[in-house]
C-alpha cells in the first residue's frame, strides 16, 4: 500500500465495514447497534489503511485500562490484525511498546551498505478515560488523526465533548480528522438522541438511512444536530467550515460474515435472549428498555415554547433533592444535588418551569438555593425534603429556617411512600396529559448544559423506584418530580363560584377549619 489513502480499500467484511472505513465519510461516525457487528474489530482493522502514512497518529480507548489490556480486550485483536497486515509485507513492519501503551509502524529503508534500517512513521495509541474528573489530564495535549471510543456509550457528554477536542494533527494533514463511536443501543444514554434520525418508530436502525450525512455543532455544552450546515451556522451562529458531519451505520450480526462463519451458533445464543436484552443485543433497538421505564413517557407531555405568565398560577413550587458528594476514584458518580420548580394553573393543569441539577457540598447548599430564590421570587415556595433520621430533620429544618430568615418562604417535607409510590401519581397525570414542561428548560451546572430538557427526560423514563450505578442510573429529578406534584396537589384550589358563596355566608378560616391556597 502507498503512503496515500485508498479509496478503493475492499470491504473487510462487508458493505457497512466499508461504509465505516471509507476514509471520505463523517467527520463523526457511530457503528454498531446490535450484537456480534465485529465493532471493535473493524475499528482495528480501519487503521491499516491510513499507519503507512508519514506522522499519522491514532488512539484507540476503551473506558478502562482492563478493557484494553484484558483477555480478548483491545490490545489483543489490535496484536492479531497487524500481524496479518504486516505478514508479508516487505518494506514495513510495526512493533507494541508496553511502556508507552502504543503501537509504532516503522518503515524498512535499505542503506547503501546493505543494513536495513527501521524508521518510524506513525504510531497507534491504547488509551483508558477511566475516571471522568480526570478526562482532561488523560487527554490534555493529544493530537491525532483518528480517534476511536470503543464501546462509546460509557463515556458521559463532557468526556466526549473534550476528546472531540484532540481531533487534530496537523503534522499529518493527509488524513482528515475523524472521531469513530462504536457501541450497544441504551435508551438512557445520550447517544440514542444522535442516532435518532437513523431509527424506525420501533427504535432498530432504519438500514435505507446508513450512512446518511447530518451536520452539527457545540451550542451550550451539548450538540446541535440538524439536516443542513446553514441550519447549523443559523443556529449555533458559526462559519461554515466550523460545522461538522455525522453518521450512524447500524450493523448486526448479519452484517458480519467472519463471526457466522466462526460461530454459527451466536444468533441462536442472541435468539435466545429475553426481553430488553434481546431487543437490543439481537435487533439493535434503542428504545428498549425496562418495563419500569414505562411509568414516564416524554410523549406524553407537551413542550411549552415559552412559560405561562404568573398570574395564570394558582401556586410555584421549587422542591429539592440534597446531596453531598463530588466525584472521587471511589464513588465516581455520586448523587446530584436537583431541584424542579412546578406550577399548578388555575385551570388545574401542570407545568414544569425548571429543572436543575449540580454536583455541590453541603456548605454550598444555602448559597445554592438562594440564588434560585431570588431568581424565583417570594411568590414561588421552597421546599426541603425532610429524611426520617432526627440528624437530617434537624439539617433541614435549619436550612429552612436560614431561607426563611433571607425573606422567603421555605419549608419542609417528607414523604409518607417509597421513591416509586411518591412517583406514580405525578406519572399518571403525566399520562393523561395534563403536565406540560417548558422547553429547553434544563439546566445541568455540573455538566455545563444549559437549556436542554434531554438529561432529565432520559432519567424521568429510566426510572422504576430501584437504584442503578452509574451515570445513567440516579433518581435525584425523579424524587424532586414527585414531590413536587404532590405538594401541589395537595393544595386545596377553590373556584370563584365557591369563594362566593364562603363570603355570602360568612364563613372564615379564622377557627383554621378550612385552608385555601397555603
Given at each position: 500500500?502507498?503512503?496515500?489513502?485508498?479509496?478503493?480499500?475492499?470491504?473487510?467484511?462487508?458493505?457497512?465495514?466499508?461504509?465505516?472505513?471509507?476514509?471520505?465519510?463523517?467527520?463523526?461516525?457511530?457503528?454498531?447497534?446490535?450484537?456480534?457487528?465485529?465493532?471493535?474489530?473493524?475499528?482495528?482493522?480501519?487503521?491499516?489503511?491510513?499507519?503507512r502514512?508519514?506522522?499519522?497518529?491514532?488512539?484507540?480507548?476503551?473506558?478502562?485500562?482492563?478493557?484494553?489490556?484484558g483477555?480478548?480486550?483491545?490490545?489483543?485483536k489490535?496484536?492479531?490484525?497487524?500481524?496479518?497486515?504486516?505478514?508479508?509485507?516487505?518494506?514495513?513492519?510495526f512493533?507494541w511498546?508496553?511502556?508507552?501503551?502504543?503501537?509504532?509502524?516503522?518503515?524498512?529503508?535499505?542503506?547503501i551498505?546493505?543494513?536495513?534500517?527501521?524508521?518510524?512513521?506513525?504510531?497507534?495509541?491504547?488509551?483508558?478515560?477511566?475516571?471522568?474528573?480526570?478526562?482532561?489530564e488523560?487527554?490534555?495535549?493529544?493530537?491525532?488523526?483518528?480517534?476511536v471510543l470503543?464501546?462509546?456509550?460509557?463515556?458521559?457528554?463532557?468526556?466526549?465533548?473534550?476528546?472531540?477536542?484532540?481531533?487534530?494533527?496537523?503534522?499529518?494533514?493527509?488524513?482528515?480528522?475523524?472521531?469513530?463511536?462504536?457501541?450497544?443501543?441504551?435508551?438512557?444514554?445520550?447517544?440514542?438522541?444522535?442516532?435518532?434520525?437513523f431509527?424506525?418508530?420501533?427504535?432498530?436502525?432504519?438500514?435505507?438511512?446508513?450512512g446518511?450525512?447530518?451536520?452539527?455543532?457545540?451550542?451550550?455544552?451539548?450538540?446541535?444536530?440538524?439536516?443542513?450546515?446553514?441550519?447549523?451556522?443559523?443556529?449555533?451562529?458559526?462559519?461554515?467550515?466550523?460545522?461538522?458531519?455525522?453518521?450512524?451505520?447500524?450493523?448486526?450480526?448479519?452484517?458480519?460474515?467472519?463471526?457466522?462463519?466462526?460461530?454459527?451458533r451466536?444468533?441462536?445464543?442472541?435468539?435466545?435472549?429475553?426481553?430488553?436484552?434481546?431487543?437490543?443485543?439481537?435487533?439493535?433497538?434503542?428504545?428498549?428498555?425496562?418495563?419500569?421505564?414505562?411509568?414516564?413517557?416524554?410523549?406524553?407531555?407537551?413542550?411549552?415554547?415559552?412559560?405561562?405568565?404568573?398570574?395564570?398560577?394558582?401556586?410555584?413550587?421549587?422542591?429539592?433533592?440534597?446531596?453531598?458528594?463530588?466525584?472521587?476514584?471511589?464513588?465516581?458518580?455520586?448523587?446530584?444535588?436537583?431541584?424542579?420548580?412546578?406550577?399548578?394553573?388555575?385551570?388545574?393543569?401542570?407545568?414544569?418551569?425548571?429543572?436543575?441539577?449540580?454536583?455541590?457540598?453541603?456548605?454550598?447548599?444555602?448559597?445554592?438555593?438562594?440564588?434560585?430564590?431570588m431568581?424565583?421570587?417570594?411568590?414561588?415556595?421552597?421546599?426541603?425534603?425532610?429524611?426520617?433520621?432526627?440528624?437530617?430533620?434537624?439539617?433541614?429544618?435549619?436550612?429552612?429556617?436560614?431561607?426563611?430568615?433571607?425573606?422567603?418562604?421555605?419549608?419542609?417535607?417528607?414523604?409518607?411512600?417509597?421513591?416509586?409510590?411518591?412517583?406514580?401519581?405525578?406519572?399518571?397525570?403525566?399520562?393523561?396529559?395534563?403536565?406540560?414542561?417548558?422547553?429547553?428548560?434544563?439546566?445541568?451546572?455540573?455538566?455545563?448544559?444549559?437549556?436542554?430538557?434531554?438529561?432529565?427526560y432520559?432519567?424521568?423514563?429510566?426510572f422504576?423506584?430501584?437504584?442503578?450505578?452509574?451515570?445513567?442510573?440516579?433518581?435525584?429529578?425523579?424524587?424532586?418530580?414527585?414531590?413536587?406534584?404532590?405538594?401541589?396537589?395537595?393544595?386545596?384550589?377553590?373556584?370563584?363560584?365557591f369563594?362566593?358563596?364562603?363570603?355570602?355566608?360568612?364563613?372564615?378560616?379564622?377557627?383554621?377549619?378550612?385552608?385555601?391556597?397555603?
Open positions: 500500500m502507498s503512503d496515500e489513502i485508498n479509496n478503493d480499500k475492499p470491504a473487510p467484511c462487508g458493505k457497512r465495514q466499508w461504509m465505516y472505513t471509507n476514509p471520505n465519510g463523517a467527520d463523526v461516525t457511530f457503528f454498531g447497534g446490535a450484537a456480534g457487528s465485529g465493532k471493535s474489530e473493524i475499528a482495528v482493522i480501519d487503521f491499516c489503511q491510513y499507519v502514512i508519514p506522522n499519522f497518529i491514532g488512539i484507540i480507548s476503551r473506558r478502562t485500562n482492563p478493557m484494553l489490556k483477555a480478548g480486550g483491545i490490545l489483543t489490535c496484536k492479531r490484525t497487524f500481524a496479518k497486515e504486516f505478514k508479508n509485507d516487505p518494506d514495513y513492519t512493533n511498546k508496553e511502556k508507552d501503551g502504543k503501537f509504532v509502524f516503522y518503515k524498512r529503508e535499505k542503506q551498505d546493505g543494513r536495513v534500517v527501521l524508521t518510524p512513521i506513525s504510531e497507534v495509541y491504547l488509551k483508558h478515560s477511566e475516571h471522568e474528573a480526570l478526562i482532561e488523560y487527554w490534555q495535549g493529544v493530537e491525532a488523526n483518528l480517534i470503543d464501546e462509546s456509550l460509557q463515556y458521559t457528554l463532557p468526556m466526549i465533548s473534550y476528546i472531540m477536542s484532540r481531533m487534530r494533527n496537523p503534522s499529518c494533514p493527509q488524513v482528515p480528522p475523524k472521531l469513530k463511536l462504536t457501541g450497544n443501543p441504551d435508551y438512557r444514554h445520550f447517544l440514542r438522541k444522535w442516532v435518532e434520525p431509527l424506525k418508530e420501533d427504535g432498530t436502525p432504519d438500514r435505507s438511512k446508513d446518511l450525512i447530518r451536520y452539527f455543532q457545540m451550542l451550550n455544552g451539548d450538540f446541535f444536530f440538524a439536516d443542513t450546515p446553514e441550519e447549523v451556522m443559523e443556529k449555533v451562529v458559526c462559519e461554515r467550515k466550523d460545522v461538522l458531519t455525522f453518521t450512524f451505520i447500524g450493523a448486526n450480526c448479519a452484517d458480519n460474515k467472519i463471526l457466522q462463519e466462526a460461530d454459527p451466536y444468533v441462536s445464543w442472541l435468539k435466545g435472549l429475553k426481553g430488553v436484552d434481546r431487543e437490543r443485543l439481537l435487533r439493535g433497538s434503542w428504545y428498549a428498555r425496562e418495563i419500569g421505564a414505562s411509568y414516564w413517557d416524554r410523549k406524553n407531555c407537551p413542550e411549552l415554547d415559552f412559560p405561562p405568565n404568573y398570574s395564570e398560577f394558582s401556586k410555584i413550587v421549587r422542591v429539592y433533592d440534597l446531596a453531598g458528594s463530588l466525584p472521587t476514584d471511589a464513588n465516581r458518580s455520586p448523587d446530584y444535588t436537583a431541584s424542579v420548580k412546578m406550577g399548578k394553573l388555575k385551570t388545574g393543569d401542570y407545568v414544569i418551569l425548571e429543572v436543575t441539577r449540580h454536583r455541590i457540598t453541603f456548605g454550598s447548599w444555602l448559597p445554592h438555593i438562594l440564588e434560585h430564590a431568581r424565583d421570587g417570594r411568590r414561588v415556595d421552597i421546599v426541603i425534603p425532610q429524611d426520617p433520621n432526627p440528624s437530617a430533620k434537624a439539617n433541614a429544618v435549619s436550612l429552612a429556617r436560614s431561607i426563611n430568615d433571607q425573606g422567603f418562604h421555605a419549608t419542609t417535607k417528607r414523604s409518607a411512600q417509597g421513591k416509586l409510590e411518591t412517583f406514580k401519581p405525578f406519572s399518571a397525570s403525566s399520562q393523561i396529559g395534563v403536565i406540560a414542561i417548558v422547553k429547553d428548560c434544563g439546566i445541568d451546572y455540573w455538566n455545563k448544559i444549559n437549556g436542554d430538557n434531554e438529561f432529565f432520559s432519567e424521568l423514563e429510566a422504576d423506584g430501584t437504584r442503578r450505578s452509574g451515570e445513567s442510573g440516579h433518581d435525584d429529578v425523579a424524587d424532586c418530580m414527585g414531590l413536587a406534584y404532590s405538594y401541589l396537589a395537595s393544595k386545596i384550589q377553590l373556584g370563584n363560584s369563594l362566593h358563596g364562603i363570603k355570602a355566608t360568612d364563613l372564615s378560616n379564622k377557627s383554621g377549619l378550612l385552608q385555601i391556597g397555603r
